[in-house]
Nanobody, 119 residues
């Protein structure tokens, strides 16, 4: 399994920006995709963005398209989520996730980092 540690969360005003980082360690050689998910209070966890470890395939939730950018630095085993034009509805705990080779779903999760957007 891979270990994931998120950082970069915080409090920002609406319209501001934050960059989240997710550092991976352990069995990174078996990771085929990385993703960001979020969970707001009282809501289910939802998909935000995903990127294959090769970087060839990227997908975003409709709610963040044009505002968020996912990227990765394989040399640093790190995935980033650049969040611009933040809205109060982006407030949530953001989780980094990994999908290993052969897995049908994300099977490695970080501890989460809080993002709070004030109006």
């Amino acid at each position: 399994q891979v270990q994931l540690v998120e950082s970069g969360g915080g409090l920002v005003q609406a319209g501001g920006s934050l960059r989240l980082s997710c550092a991976a360690s352990g069995r990174t050689f078996s990771v085929v995709a990385m993703g960001w998910f979020r969970q707001a209070p009282g809501k289910e966890r939802e998909f935000v963005a995903t990127i294959t470890w090769s970087g060839g395939v990227i997908n975003y939730a409709d709610s963040v398209k044009g505002r968020f950018t996912i990227s990765r630095d394989n040399a640093k085993n790190t995935v980033y989520l650049q969040m611009n034009s933040l809205k109060p509805e982006d407030t949530a705990v953001y989780y980094c996730a990994a999908r290993h080779f052969g897995a049908s779903a994300y099977d490695g999760w970080g501890q989460g980092t809080q993002v709070t957007v004030s109006s």
